[in-house]
């Protein structure tokens, strides 16, 4: 029910969970617990993402070098055009296929720690499960596991609601960005976006003009390397006092 609802409010096409099995032998797999739809082994793209998922461990310490590597996402030219790989702790993997826009970064982040919650509901219920099978006091078990299905009907509550604040925030950070680039880029200033090594990764018409080169050649520099040798320190300091306060002044040649 988590991952059809889940699907829906992050307009994704189809989904899978994958649990963790502890063979005897002292192996670990992944294997297929549920999908929607259910024929989806014989999707392309889903078979282009299994190959991500490497399905058989030697050990437990392996299973966690995997898990560490999570969310794995990519994007195909295929019937889905992005799938996501995430992990559903203590209990196995989600793995999601959107076609369309890729999900936004801060959806991915947010999800992992709704996986979480929602992981946790579940162990709680499968250990009550157990103890029911084992005839451990009936009676009691079966009332943990009411309330459990309680609380995990809550977490499903909670989850549509954050999914539904998602979506608000989705639609609202596209109409933010559609207005950004439109400033970015009739901008009267020239506009340089870099990381804190001073990697240009993006620049506006009025940059590329002022500094007489195209954006394809700007594309990949360092700010540095236009700025006056005697300036850089001032460049440097900048950068972190904008790291610090949020922003931050230079004047230079």
């Known amino acids: 029910v988590s991952l059809s609802n ?11 969970i994958h649990f963790i099995k502890n063979l005897q032998n002292g192996t670990y797999i992944f294997e297929r617990a549920y999908s929607i739809p259910r024929n989806i082994e014989n999707n392309s793209t889903y078979k282009h993402a299994k ?30 055009s ?16 959107k076609n369309g ?13 709704i996986f979480v919650k929602l992981s946790a509901a579940c162990n709680a219920c499968f250990q009550n499960a157990e103890l029911n099978i084992a005839h451990n006091d009936a009676i009691a078990a079966n009332e943990a596991l009411l309330k459990k299905t309680n609380e995990l009907e809550i ?11 998602m979506k608000s925030a989705q639609e ?27 990697n240009i990764f993006n620049v506006n018409s009025r940059a590329c003009s002022l ?29 972190k006092q904008t790291m610090e306060r949020g922003s931050g002044r230079v004047e230079s040649k």
């Not at 977490?155 to 604040?165: A, C, G, I, Y």
């Not at 596209?174 to 990381?195: G, K, P, T």
Request: charged share 25%.
């Open 6 to 16: 889940l699907l829906r409010k992050i307009n994704c096409s189809a989904g899978t």
């Open 172 to 198: 609202a950070l596209s109409m933010s960005e559609s207005r950004y680039r439109s400033i970015f880029e009739q901008s009267n200033d020239a506009i340089y976006i870099h990381d804190t090594n001073g």
């Open 211 to 239: 500094i007489k080169l195209s954006k394809k050649d700007l594309l990949n520099t360092v700010l540095h390397s236009y700025f006056a040798s005697k300036n850089l320190d001032s460049l440097k300091e900048n950068i």
């Open 155 to 165: 977490s499903q509550k909670k989850l549509l609601d954050v999914m539904e604040r």
């Open 51 to 80: 190959k991500s998922i490497a399905i058989k461990f030697q050990n437990e310490k392996k299973v966690k070098a995997f898990l560490k590597k999570l969310p794995i996402c990519d994007q195909l030219n295929d019937e889905f």
């Open 82 to 97: 992005h799938y996501y790989i995430m992990e559903l702790p203590n209990l196995g993997l989600v793995t999601l296929l």
């Open 101 to 113: 826009d890729a999900l936004d970064p801060v959806i991915v982040k947010s999800l992992s720690s």
